[in-house]
């Protein structure tokens, strides 16, 4: 008898954490991701005046460098919201590129926004396969008689 007072209990315990849980997760989820130097040094820095290694030691390292040379650097930061099980939505993004002159000084210095982002459509295109499509039934009967068997 005792055992059917714990029981329900117990259901209903399960049951209460399940629903906090469920409540919880359909909260907004924000992640803040990137690296975006303090306004205070960022104002130190000055075109034609600054080399690399200056800018380096002023801002940090940058989050990412041009593939084909390094004279441009990039500094990006996102930040996102996550509502439930949905997909993240981007809600604001910032990007700093600095470019830097053969000599090393910094020539430029440009601040990039979400507005200035583009969408990139992706091909829908298959590369096409040469042979049959078969169901597994046929891969089930089709490999029937052909393993062998060791010779004794």
Known sequence: MRKLVVLPRAVRVVGAAVLVLG???CGVRVDTRGNLPDPERLAEIEPGVHTRQQVFEIIGSPSSIANFNDETWYYIS????TFAFFA????????????????????DLQTLSLEHGRDIELVDRETPSVGNEITLLEQLVGNLGRFNREKQ
Request: no cysteine.
């Open 23 to 25: 409540v919880a997760a």
């Open 78 to 81: 996102e930040r996102t919201e």
């Open 88 to 107: 993240p939505e981007v809600k604001e993004r910032q990007v700093l590129v600095l470019r830097f002159d053969g000599a090393g000084v910094l020539a």
